[in-house]
């Protein structure tokens, strides 16, 4: 038999390269601790996930279509649900020219393997949030951009060290592909970026020639009345590509995401599609459709909505009372992740064994960094773990926290 | 607006030589024509899809697996889905270890991709059929290998020929990486390699330290019992890389396929696939798994086989009754396709215009050809045309050659 080593020779120089992700190795081992309270991953409640209707529709679906709901579709997407997406957006007040600018994908990751295809030559400058969702990072990396991490603050990105950067790029003449940023509720921070930034932004993009992607899993899980739009709401002069998914409001199971951007970035996608797996599932693709179209969002929304915004309160509040003093934390306004800076020296790093031992865990924020830094930054999920279960982890990781900072 | 051309400055290099598959500009071009025979795409027929089995699945998960089902799941896939693989394996003649083996990919197109990812770096050889999969060239291409196409015969690719390509590219000091092949009902011809030239290509692959890629879609829907052995089941030294998939004996729409390999192997796939789609759905994950589970198979191949072999053969003897004496063509003991060779001088590529005139449709074989070449060959589907319109297909086409062909 071929032995790992022999094998090994046969990996491309980039396959070499390739690590697993961090989050996916801790939620694989903190599957097999179920005692753990985990606030590692991103994943949704399941009792957020729609299963009644879901049953309901695929019912329907194979009365009203019979077997062709199981046929192969079209690489762009099922017509009907990129038509629900439309209408979707435009009362997320952003209004397309029509199905022609919307792109279904398989999950909103393979939103960003496309950009990656069809944007990134090696060397080019990628212009992230600092930190940022280390998925993309994950993805982008394929092709070898040269990432440029800008650190953010309590409205999101530093728009001011942004344009810094865009000039320094410049004078070096380097090229800048695109902006990739999660304005609402990001990941890993939960910080939405204000609407002045969001302007000025859009500002720089039309000065400096640039793309800027929106990613936005979480605009829909908002805690409170905010004045936040889309950017891709105010792009006027088309520069705005957005990612959407169903993965947050509907189910992750289903793998259904979609871009929206104008109709010649849709197109290359498309063409890159045909190489990765031809068609999303034209099954899974007519629920979201059929979810979408008999206006089920509109109730449900609402719901797990207070589900996430009970169990942020629960954490924060819990965070108040286990956590020392010189240690911080983001206030999100929604989404499903918190934040937190403990004094400076404290690598949460090296501290996430005493809080597995604890059997709590997290993701240590540094994973989310480009460029090094934020060893002292951590990022809790409070979107899965039972609410009953949510202070007594902060209770453990307070303790932790405070045995391994001395404090 | 940015325009189209101020857009395409941003594409990467290997964007701007993407090109849409002339397959699916094909299925496109002929869904809006609703009136046309298509021979063209490799389309399941609805009539084959278990779709009261799905409905029926889909109602005992929810009960059995309440919300969880509509989850996120492992990217190496459900464990219960890789059980069953095992099995289903084992039923063909190969024994895997256990699921560390197995991995679940989004349809077998990602499965080529990441053969891809993992296993290309620019320049280097990878060895296939001529004519091959159109969309494995399509993934192959991204990462730029120099393809060798290994003509082929009545009994496969032509072994000999394979050898003497070795020879010349050991000479020449180039790292072949793999060579991939459907040897059963192959995609486009119909071919199946016979035994001996099985025997022969896994002796050549030790001999000269390959990995070999078996993609093995249409091997359960044989025409009459055959002695082929799957080249996996016949692989002592673990070169073999085995993709199978769903579509053509469940439903394609659920996009779910596999890859049983060397566990090193399987190992950097899962880390790849983290960065395309983080996981397959695990929703239709577990609609296949209970399929599997159920026995469902049993009945449903023997069924469906039936379907394509009557069509093959009503085709088979529609090209004896309508086609010149100067054409010939492939007789598949199974799979999807037929592949025809025009008089040597006539372009099938040019003839499909007047083909679409006529209203019936196919693929020109040049399309398949790595470095040129058969542009006298024309592959026909017989999967998803209804088999009253077969006759009238071919007797159209079998007017359109003789017309073009001057005969």
Request: proline letters at 5%.
């Amino acid at each position: 038999m071929l032995g790992k080593e022999k094998i090994e020779r046969y990996f491309a120089e980039r396959a070499k390269r390739m690590k697993a992700s961090m989050i996916r190795q801790l939620l694989r081992y903190v599957a097999e601790m179920p005692d753990v309270i985990s606030f590692g991953g991103g994943m949704p409640d399941p009792a957020s996930f729609p299963i009644k209707e879901v049953r309901e529709i695929v019912d329907y679906l194979v009365d009203e279509l019979g077997p062709t709901v199981l046929q192969y579709g079209s690489t762009i997407g099922s017509s009907t649900l990129r038509a629900q997406v439309v209408k979707f957006m435009a009362e997320m007040g952003i209004k397309l020219s029509g199905i022609e600018n919307v792109i279904i994908t398989t999950g909103s990751q393979q939103a960003l393997d496309l950009l990656a295809r069809v944007f990134i030559d090696a060397g080019d400058a990628v212009i992230v949030e600092n930190p940022t969702y280390l998925a993309a990072i994950n993805a982008f990396s394929l092709f070898q951009p040269r990432f440029v991490g800008i650190p953010m603050d309590g409205e999101g990105m530093r728009i001011d060290l942004l344009e810094e950067a865009l000039k320094k790029l410049k004078s070096e003449g380097r090229r800048v592909k695109f902006v990739y940023l999660i304005p609402t509720c990001q990941n890993p921070t939960g910080i939405s970026m204000s609407m002045e930034r969001r302007k000025w932004l859009l500002e720089l993009a039309s000065q400096y020639d640039l793309l800027v992607v929106e990613d936005d899993p979480y605009s829909h899980i908002l805690f409170k009345p905010t004045e936040f739009k889309r950017l891709k709401a105010m792009d006027e002069e088309g520069r705005v590509i957005y990612m959407g998914t169903f993965s947050k409001i509907i189910s992750p199971g289903l793998r259904v995401g979609w871009m929206a951007a104008e109709q010649p970035i849709i197109d290359k996608m498309e063409i890159a599609k045909q190489a990765i797996d031809l068609c999303t599932s034209p099954f899974t693709q007519l629920i979201a459709a059929e979810i979408l179209r008999r206006g089920i969002l509109k109730t449900h929304i609402p719901r797990i909505t207070k589900i996430y915004k009970e169990k942020c309160q629960l954490m924060l509040e819990s965070l108040e009372e286990f956590f020392p003093e010189n240690c911080d934390w983001s206030r999100p306004v929604g989404g499903f992740f918190i934040f937190v800076y403990l004094q400076q020296g404290v690598d949460a790093d090296a501290m996430l064994d005493k809080a597995l031992e604890r059997k709590v865990a997290y993701v240590p924020g540094k994973h989310f960094h480009v460029g090094g830094g934020g060893e002292n930054t951590l990022r809790l999920s409070y979107s899965y773990a039972k609410p009953e279960l949510i202070r007594e982890g902060i209770r453990r990781l307070g303790e932790v926290v405070r045995e391994f900072s001395g404090t």
